[in-house]
């Protein structure tokens, strides 16, 4: 069941091109936005790559539905397994019920309860753990032992990967029809498998356009991974209010792609998560959760330069309770 | 100066197309957003056009743009003048920029000051008047024989109707891509003219798909013209949030196509309109302004089914102060 992470082939722009194929029709190929009067604010211009319009509310449709693709049938009929309580889940059961096959998800038991039944009510199964007493990895390893279904992890997998990278082939696509040049593209990381897909994309079609990680301060791994040229964990007690990207380190796939393809990484405050998602509603008129916002706050704050340039941001995600997001706004 | 609107030969299908060829590149393609959740849900189909991803974050931008592009070039020259301190002075100005021409947009002194600035922003320069003491129709007037700039009105004209309708044009082909047939299309309607256009476009391209306007329950003129056969005014007294389609009665000339086109009207309240801004919020991810909502308000209360049926509703717009969209949120 164990797989080799640190020498499993890693995806090349091949796999993101045969991922594109695939989503296509599956899954949005989502706006890439721009605001006259935000580029007037910034001297420069700025194209938001919209994923919070993504099938389930943010870009892990495409990496779940490209990696259940690449299951054996025999094997791909016996079902899905995911751990998350997250965006992963619903854009795994999205992607399982695409393919009309059975698709498990393992929850905490304290998980929100608009959590578990939106990831229900897209067909998926919940299995809760008690995430103090019992191990999600045990119990999943077990689950796919019985009943041969398939794990499907949520970045450190070259199918995911792949997947998530068609967002980086539609950024160069849409950025040339906007007659733009790419000057830099940020990316939100948390284990890193968004921003690997892209910049393998962008090393293709956009190859002197630098790519960066942008995380939230206290969860800057990747940043600090690349600087140090291996992978380093978070220390211990930082919070953020990011939830969706908070992982402890940079995965063993990604980051070898990452160290690579990277330009470097860049960390932003919550501060400045809630000043990009007070941004994105007032000047483009979407949804950004926490998480989702990081790359947008690079850029607003100056961290990845716009003025005088043109720059892409991935905004990943738009999954946010109204209580997250009014205290956002009321605080503006 | 003044124009006969009774007798001004109507817009055709073939303005609405020419209005795309020329708004092609310039205006948002804006995407036909759909939720699997509410789908299922509802049980049935809702497409939602998302027009606040349109640039200035609403349609007007598509009839103003074409509107401007009919003026012959000598007279366009001279700029344009419009009334208004909401979506259309925005779509006006970013028009009129586009052309690189002057706009002088008429707002009352009491005007938002963010709504001042956005303008000025998109280049346009503001003259304030006294809503009490002046008449904007005089100072308009006076502005144009003095410049010889052209006005252009909200909705009651044939070139702008013709460019609001370049979204039903957009609606039918999204549809079919999406493998869907339209078993209705519910539009927001101020003053008639989105509703119109669209109406125009969809049939044509849609021809058995009813097209009902949404207002706001005691701004329901449409639809109590529609049903008396002729115009009538609102009674005076009546309140709503949707401040952005509180018109008094419908337009001569978007009457006259209405009132051919239409199958029907229907009025939702400002609870029903709060409660589409919020699941527009949470399943689409999206940000929409109470006079925006009215359509999905009318289909999520059922006023006009979904279930068992595909029902294409326009969301035209997505300006919204922030404390108004906290308050819709804190409410839910």
Chains 1, 2 share one sequence.
Not at 81 to 103: C, E, P, T
């Amino acid at each position: 069941m164990t797989t080799d992470l640190a020498t499993l082939p890693l995806p090349t722009v091949k796999d993101v091109e045969a991922a594109a194929v695939r989503l296509k029709g599956k899954a949005v190929l989502t706006p890439l936005l721009e605001s006259q009067l935000l580029n007037a604010r910034l001297g420069g211009r700025l194209l938001v790559k919209a994923e919070m319009l993504q099938r389930t509310g943010s870009f892990k449709f495409r990496g779940a539905f490209n990696r259940i693709s690449l299951i054996p049938e025999a094997d791909r009929a016996r079902g899905v397994v995911a751990f998350s309580s997250g965006n992963h889940a619903q854009g795994v059961a999205a992607a399982a019920k695409a393919f009309a096959i059975a698709a498990t998800i393992i929850m905490p038991s304290d998980a929100p309860a608009v959590k578990v039944r939106n990831t229900r009510a897209l067909g998926a199964a919940v299995i809760f753990y008690d995430r103090w007493t019992e191990s999600r990895e045990a119990i999943g390893a077990r689950l796919c032992e019985e009943t041969g279904a398939t794990l499907v992890r949520p970045y450190d997998d070259p199918g995911i990967i792949a997947g998530q990278g068609t967002i980086g082939l539609e950024i160069a696509a849409q950025a040339e029809a906007a007659g733009a040049r790419l000057d830099a593209c940020v990316v939100c990381c948390g284990g890193g498998g968004l921003v690997a897909g892209t910049a393998l994309a962008l090393a293709d079609r956009s190859p002197g356009t630098p790519v960066f990680a942008a995380e939230p301060v206290g969860f800057d791994d990747t940043a600090r991974s690349l600087a140090a040229g291996e992978r380093v964990a978070n220390a211990p007690g930082a919070t953020s209010f990011c939830d969706a990207i908070v992982t402890p380190m940079p995965g063993a796939v990604t980051f070898r792609i990452n160290a690579r393809l990277l330009a470097g990484g860049v960390a932003v405050t919550d501060a400045e998560v809630a000043d990009a998602m007070r941004t994105a509603f007032d000047a483009l008129r979407v949804v950004v959760e926490p998480g989702g916002a990081v790359a947008l706050a690079a850029a607003l704050s100056g961290k990845v330069p716009v003025e005088g340039r043109t720059v892409a941001v991935v905004c990943s995600g738009g999954n946010v309770d109204p209580e997250v997001f009014v205290k956002v706004l009321a605080d503006g």
